[in-house]
């Protein structure tokens, strides 16, 4: 027989049960803390970023991990490099595009089969896995957003503003191919005279005028259209150099 005294205590303590007892969806939220509260969680600091997940400043510049991923901003190093200029590993990719593809930014054979990660994406195989299968390259143009977006198979690697062709010059929309790549252009015509233009894609040859990607050292309106029909992008290593460095002739180039 229960008494009325240990029927109390019975329900104090089934009360004090439900109340504390975790439900499954506390328990699902426990697998995505962000325990140092820095914006990012920390499965994705140990798995991805390979910062502390106990830390919310990992290199100790006063800018959070969270903060320095969001701008570009290298989380491991202290010195503002953006994480499109460092090869953490040296394995001949850049640490974004070691986000993007899900490689290890401290590993340089990420998939173990003997060839550096660089190598692989190089030659266009899947650096996370050992099969032989080709994946492909592409370039994508947007006129209407002024943008320029490079894919490897499903990764985006890079995605920046570009300046097209003026409405009197405009740039062909279609699907072409690397033609060709020249690493220095001299371009001129009536009113312009860019000698030394560096990083120069060739996807289509016309009557006297040939249309490029290339970088551009001279304006900084990009986002505008602004060229004589060709795409013009910044002239600087971190954004048209390691896209010609990266390109093969033959990959695709849609412009839409
Ligand atoms: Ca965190
Ligand atoms: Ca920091
Ligand atoms: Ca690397
Ligand atoms: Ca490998």
């Known amino acids: ?25 506390n328990a699902q939220v426990s697998s995505l803390d962000d325990s140092d509260n820095d914006g990012l969680l920390d499965e994705d600091e140990l798995n991805i970023y390979h910062t502390n997940p106990n830390h919310y400043d990992s290199d100790g510049d ?8 969001k701008n ?8 503002r490099q953006k994480m499109r200029e460092i090869d953490t590993d040296k394995d001949g990719l850049w640490d974004d595009w070691e986000i993007a593809l899900g490689t290890h930014l401290n590993n340089p054979d990420t998939d173990r089969d003997g060839y550096k990660d660089g190598e692989e994406v190089r030659n266009g195989y899947d650096p996370l896995s050992s099969g032989t299968e080709k994946i492909a390259k592409r370039i994508e143009v947007n006129l209407k957003n002024q943008s320029l977006q490079y894919f490897f198979g499903n990764a985006k690697l890079d995605d920046f503003k570009i300046s097209s062709g003026l409405p009197r010059t405009p740039t062909p929309s279609g699907n072409f191919t690397v033609i060709k790549k020249r690493p220095t252009v001299h371009y001129a015509g009536p009113g312009y005279d860019f000698p030394n233009t560096k990083w120069n894609l060739m996807f289509k040859e016309g009557r ?3 249309f490029y990607v290339h ?18 992008v910044p002239h600087k290593q971190e954004y048209m150099g390691r896209l010609y460095d990266w390109a093969d002739v033959g990959i695709a180039v849609m412009i839409s």
């Open 62 to 69: 006063s800018f959070s991990d969270g903060e320095e991923i």
């Open 208 to 210: 006297g005028y040939n």
């Open 215 to 232: 970088g551009a050292y001279w304006h900084n309106d990009f986002g505008k259209p602004k060229s004589h029909g060709c795409v013009n």
């Open 1 to 25: 027989m229960i008494c009325a005294k240990n029927l109390g205590i019975t329900l104090i303590l089934s009360m004090v049960f439900v109340l504390f007892v975790p439900n499954p969806i």
């Open 72 to 79: 570009g901003y290298s989380p491991l190093r202290n010195n």
